[in-house]
């Protein structure tokens, strides 16, 4: 096949670099982005700063506010180099202000010198730089504030604006600041997930992402996850012709959701069961309880009322209670799913989540069979035996 033209490759290049958002998640960074600049601006800034200087709610404020929203596993978007890269570039602007009369000078000066200063201090955040250009472009105002800008409105705005940041993404389910290489996990332990023992210890990774110059892109934890799920994806595609429904458990136990949980727990105990899929009448799949989930709850009881583990799972289960709890109070409906046709390799990456004990294989919306970890390990085993000794 010939290459393309020379004219295409330069098309190319000018078109997107990074994958597509979903429209839910572009939302989600809009709104988060919205109501942090509203409370800071109107509600924390403007009562405190003087109005007159008209330096309250700055320019950079809405570049920091795309990283700390819309990319906040990014190195830049992280709370060391947003608070201080911004505080040190205002110091910068501030000084060079002061310092140099002629405008031109001032803003290429004071720019220049705060990337200098936000690399040696690895606080290296773009924003800051308009940072720098706004102090200089504003001779008289900062010549009023003096280096108190870079306290209020620059140090106080992006240390709200980060903390606002935090709680947004724990409340909408993300993770901001980025994960820690050896941040315990849910499991209270610091080993990594299973998809990410990779072989790696975090100074190879960090000098992988040095030596490639991507350390102002990636995090370490993030690089760990993103090889372990392309060994995943590699192992995926030499696993041969093996499909979900040869490797399927049919005979299936499964359970209504108004299963009562004393009798789900009693399902788990009976069979050694570590999932359990949750139908309706003609076996309509709704979802899946993990024996974990079980026992997550009874955490949360215990937690919630002030009483002993044990304690509380016996309250949990208690088939005595006047609203006893059922499988449809614990199942997850948001769960990986395949087809009956969906290659054995695809499930790798799916079973190889934490918390994911067993896929569903599904027609039409109706259960088919199960594959849990056991039989995939258990198919893989019998390939690997039957494959020729290596020559």
């Known amino acids: 096949m010939s290459n393309p033209p020379r004219a295409l490759w330069l098309l190319r290049a000018f078109g997107p670099a990074s994958a597509g958002v979903p429209a839910i998640e572009a939302l989600r960074a809009g709104l988060g982005a919205a109501l942090a600049l509203g409370l800071v601006g109107l509600l924390i800034l403007a009562p405190m700063v003087d109005l007159r200087t008209g330096l309250y709610l700055i320019a950079p404020f809405g570049a920091s506010s795309v990283l700390l929203f819309a990319v906040p596993n990014s190195p830049l978007a992280q709370p060391w180099p947003a608070i201080v890269g911004n505080v040190l570039a205002a110091l910068v602007g501030v000084a060079v202000c002061r310092a140099v009369p002629d405008p031109t000078l001032r803003v290429a000066l004071a720019v220049g010198l705060a990337i200098t200063a936000m690399n040696l201090a690895r606080a290296v955040h773009p924003p800051a730089g308009a940072v720098a250009m706004t102090a200089a472009l504003g001779p008289d105002a900062v010549r009023e504030l003096g280096f108190w800008f870079a306290l209020a409105p620059v140090a106080l705005g992006t240390v709200l604006l980060v903390l606002l940041a935090i709680l947004y993404a724990r409340t909408t389910g993300r993770h901001y600041p980025f994960r820690q290489f050896t941040e315990p996990h849910d499991l209270g332990t610091t080993d990594a997930p299973p998809a990410e023992r990779i072989g790696l210890s975090e100074d190879e990774l960090s000098d992988l992402l040095q030596r490639y110059r991507q350390s102002l892109n990636l995090g370490v934890e993030d690089l760990a996850r993103l090889i372990g799920a392309a060994e995943l994806q590699a192992a995926s595609h030499r696993t041969g012709p093996l ?48 024996q974990i989930h079980l026992i997550r709850r ?69 259960i088919r069979g199960v594959v849990t970890r056991t039989d995939l390990i258990a198919a893989l085993a019998r390939q690997t035996l039957a494959a020729p000794a290596p020559g």
């Open 298 to 366: 009874g955490r949360e009881d215990a937690v919630r009322q002030n009483r002993g583990f044990g304690a509380a799972m016996a309250r949990l289960l208690d088939p005595r209670r006047a609203v006893p709890v059922r499988a449809s109070d614990i199942m997850i409906s948001v769960t990986p799913r395949v087809l009956a046709d969906t290659p054995a390799g695809a499930l790798i990456p799916l079973l190889a989540e934490r918390g994911c004990e067993a896929v569903p294989v599904l027609l039409r919306g109706r």
């Open 243 to 290: 499909t979900a429904a040869e490797i399927m458990s049919r005979d299936l136990v499964t359970v209504h959701p108004d299963t009562p949980l004393t009798d789900v727990a009693e399902l788990f105990r009976r069979h050694g069961f570590t999932s359990l899929p949750v139908v309706q009448e003609g076996d309509k799949f709704l979802g899946m309880i993990f």
